[in-house]
């Protein structure tokens, strides 16, 4: 079996092309093990939001280029979906497309026992992104000592009457 990045790589370049022809963009493509079972996840995007016919849709383009391809060694179940309304920024363009959103970020070691931190995502560089918190106060940390960032669907009005 090919290792899981080089798997992801692969699964990219055959599914890009077709999302793109779709008008969707690829958000992220994920193969892990729940339990004794596989899955590729395939999150996918659009302005406007995503419906349950563009994942039809790009799970119908994608099968046979998919088994002809056989980039994957073993039994999976193949998942095209949406990211959700709290999706998970994890690659740059993410970070930099969402600068100026509320985020909700949980950190692998805590800073003075705290763990989770909601704020404005306000910058975003090299991997190093500040968020502004509630209280006004500025936090500063790389993306690897993040367990995950993800959009929050809190009204940002409400955020800024208390800035």
């Avoid at 079996?1 to 890009?16: L, Q």
């Avoid at 949980?106 to 763990?115: E, G, S």
Wanted: aromatic share 8%; hydrophobic share 35%; with cysteine.
């Amino acid at each position: 079996m090919a290792g899981k990045g080089n798997t992801v790589s692969k699964v990219t370049e055959i599914v890009e092309p077709f999302a793109k022809e779709l008008g969707l963009e690829l958000w992220d493509v994920r193969f892990l093990k729940e339990g004794t079972e596989w899955f590729l996840r395939i999150f996918i995007d659009k302005d406007g939001g995503v419906s349950i016919d563009d994942c039809v849709d790009l799970t119908h383009a994608i099968t046979k280029p998919l088994d002809e391809a056989d980039p994957i060694s073993q039994a999976y179940t193949l998942e095209v979906c949406s990211p959700g309304i709290e999706r998970e920024l994890v690659s740059d363009r993410h970070f930099e497309k969402y600068v100026g959103s509320p985020v909700m970020m949980r950190l692998i070691r805590p800073i003075d026992k705290v763990r989770d931190f909601n704020g404005i995502l306000k910058s975003y560089d090299g991997g190093e992104l500040t968020l502004t918190l509630t209280d006004g106060s500025e936090i500063t940390v790389n993306k690897k000592e993040t367990s995950y960032v993800k959009l929050d669907d809190f009204d940002i009005r409400d955020f800024e009457k208390d800035l």
